[in-house]
């Protein structure tokens, strides 16, 4: 399995950034997609953005054009740049790993944003 743990997250205000990341260890070669998920309370956790071994991404229309995704291949992190933050975006972001067969082999503990307006 693929161990992974998020940091950067903290309180910002409504227009404000943050940057995520997220360290993975353990079974590194294995990983090809990586992503990040969230989850607000009392809804379903949703995909918020994905990236590939090969640097495709992916990107929920609710977070396009305010936020990237990237990947350190060499530190075996990837990141989360949080632009133009808006209160929805309120939520506990979870970093999350699959293999090439898209099966998952890990998740972060999630790390808190809050937006307040």
């Known amino acids: 399995q693929v161990h992974l743990v998020e940091s950067g997250g903290g309180l910002v205000q409504a227009g404000g950034s943050l940057r995520l990341s997220c360290a993975a260890s353990g079974s590194i070669s294995t990983i090809h997609t990586m992503g990040w998920y969230r989850q607000a309370p009392g809804k379903q956790r949703e995909l918020v953005a994905a990236?590939?071994?090969?640097?495709?991404?992916n990107y929920a229309d609710s977070v396009k054009g305010r936020f990237t995704i990237s990947r350190d291949n060499v530190k075996n992190t990837v990141y989360l740049q949080m632009n133009s933050l808006k209160p929805e975006d309120t939520a506990v972001y979870y970093c999350?790993?699959?293999?090439?067969?898209?099966?998952?082999?890990?998740w972060g503990q999630g790390t808190q944003v809050t937006v307040s307006s």
């Open positions: 999350n790993a699959r293999d090439r067969y898209q099966l998952v082999r890990g």
């Open positions: 990236i590939t071994s090969g640097g495709s991404t």
